[in-house]
């Protein structure tokens, strides 16, 4: 069983920057396909970034340059940097995991974006 455990949501004047952390359990972080998602209320989840076959690096077209996925195997973590932050980057963001054949999703960190 894969846990995940995201943290550093919080509130954020727009411009700013935040990284997220999300720590994964049971040596899942060697995932071929592992990411993060988004949703807003009153909208369907979305993709932010995503690390695919541990090269490629997927963005949500409205990232447009201002968020960084990254990993760190040691530490167990995939992290997202966000900068330049928006009000319509207000949004629960989760961490998602693809492993032995299943998916697995943390329980979301608050983003707000608000001045």
């Known amino acids: 069983q894969v846990q995940l455990e995201e943290s550093g949501g919080g509130l954020v004047q727009p411009g700013g920057s935040l990284k997220l952390s999300c720590v994964v359990s049971a040596g899942a972080i060697s995932s071929n396909n592992m990411g993060w998602y988004r949703q807003a209320i009153g909208k369907e989840r979305e993709l932010v970034a995503a690390?695919?076959?541990?090269?490629?690096?997927n963005y949500g077209d409205f990232v447009k340059g201002r968020f960084t996925i990254s990993s760190d195997n040691a530490k167990n973590t995939l992290y997202l940097q966000m900068n330049d932050l928006k009000p319509d980057d207000t949004a629960v963001y989760y961490c998602r995991v693809y492993w032995n054949w299943r998916i697995y999703w943390g329980q979301g960190t608050q983003v707000t974006v608000s001045s």
């Open positions: 690390i695919v076959n541990k090269r490629n690096r």
